[in-house]
């Protein structure tokens, strides 16, 4: 193969890794997850409305309903909302299920609905209460 031949390979092997990687989230170290997040809480999720259409995106989207039981950072209702499916999957949060407690790091979002602050990172199951 001539030189530019490899060159050209390369390139394209570039490419086709960038695309592949495009929509993965980074994972931020707990540190930095908690100071962007707004709000902190321990909670289990009482109900989940799924795939009710966001009003300006017109994307399919599904909220958790969560009683708060310990709020680490931040106040909030007693009850919250919580974004779990956002409409493209590798931003959605790895949760949740009714009756599960779960470790909440959240940031705000209108409507009072709060989202993951780190996509599948920012929501880990603790247990059931």
């Known amino acids: 193969m001539k030189p530019y031949k490899y060159g050209i390979l390369g390139t394209c092997a570039l490419g086709v890794g960038m695309v592949a990687s495009a929509n993965q989230v980074p ?3 707990f540190d930095q997850k908690v100071k ?5 809480v321990l909670g289990s999720v ?3 409305d799924c795939c009710s259409s966001g009003s300006s995106s017109g994307m399919e989207r599904g909220i958790a309903h969560v009683q708060v039981v310990t709020y680490l950072k931040g106040r909030s209702a007693a009850r ?11 931003f959605d949060p790895n949760c949740c299920e009714i009756g599960k407690r779960y470790l909440f790091l959240l940031t705000g979002e209108k ?9 599948p990172y ?7 209460p």
């Not at 409507?111 to 996509?119: A, E």
């Open 27 to 29: 994972e931020m170290n």
């Open 36 to 40: 962007r997040s707004t709000l902190v």
């Open 46 to 48: 009482e109900n989940l």
């Open 80 to 90: 919250i909302k919580v974004l779990y499916k956002t409409g493209i999957r590798e």
């Open 111 to 119: 409507d009072d609905i709060y989202r993951s602050v780190n996509g």
């Open 122 to 128: 920012g929501i880990f199951e603790v247990g059931t």
